[in-house]
């Protein structure tokens, strides 16, 4: 009996997700009410309470269920063990754009993500957890980068941190225009393309190389 009620605990929960995903991609974050989720679900305001403590809670777990397929790829990147580190991050990104451009549930979110969620009053405590996450990422990147110079793949001189900034900013750049205007360029089929003009900035600007005089604490 516990066995089946975990179950439908767990089902419910995924009815959820599944309605705030609709409502919040037909409407925008701000303008979908847990109401409007409930009703989209077939379940009452205190079901999804049960679930989620408020809607800042239920996007991110929304944006939590992406994360999943890619930490294997980012873990290999980030492991001191991983002789191809730059080759991992590369067909990371790869897969990434891949993904957002051929899998409707994937560019659903991230069109959420990107487009149609507003940081209101009512969504600051997603806006805190949105710079948590990319605090944490830009670290992640920076880790890898870090074990692909030591592998000999970018300069020894690369400025770690502007480079991972720099880095997560073009491929945020990249997916941000593609879901706005997609038309203006095949993502799936230009993915590599796209991935190496990132990863060639990090191995050839000089605006990324940290200067003679910092390095010895001039």
């Not at 079901?47 to 929304?62: D, G, P, R, T």
């Not at 980012?74 to 790869?94: F, H, T, W, Y």
């Not at 069109?111 to 600051?124: G, N």
């Amino acid at each position: 009996m516990a066995r089946r009620t975990k179950e439908e605990a767990l089902e419910t929960r995924s009815k959820i997700l599944e309605a705030a995903e609709q409502a919040f991609y037909e409407r925008g974050v701000a303008r979908t009410t847990l109401a409007d989720i409930a009703a989209l679900a077939g379940v009452t305001r205190g079901a999804i309470y049960w679930h989620f403590s408020n809607k800042a809670e239920l996007v991110q777990a929304m944006l939590d269920s992406l994360h999943e397929p890619l930490d294997e790829m980012a873990k290999a990147s980030e492991s001191e063990n991983e002789v191809d580190p730059l080759g991992c991050m590369r067909q990371l990104l790869i897969h990434l754009f891949r993904q957002v451009a051929i899998d409707p549930k994937t560019r659903r979110i991230n069109e959420i993500l990107f487009h149609k969620c507003e940081f209101t009053d009512e969504m600051c405590d997603l806006r805190a957890q949105r710079q948590v996450a990319m605090v944490d990422c830009n670290n992640r990147i920076e880790l890898a980068l870090s074990n692909a110079i030591h592998r000999q793949q970018l300069p020894e001189t690369l400025d770690v941190r502007r480079a991972a900034i720099s880095l997560h900013a073009y491929i945020d750049g990249i997916l941000g225009q593609w879901l706005l205007v997609p038309n203006t360029f095949e993502l799936f089929k230009e993915a590599e393309s796209w991935v190496d003009t990132g990863l060639d900035m990090l191995r050839f600007s000089p605006a990324l190389l940290i200067r003679g005089d910092i390095r010895k604490g001039v």
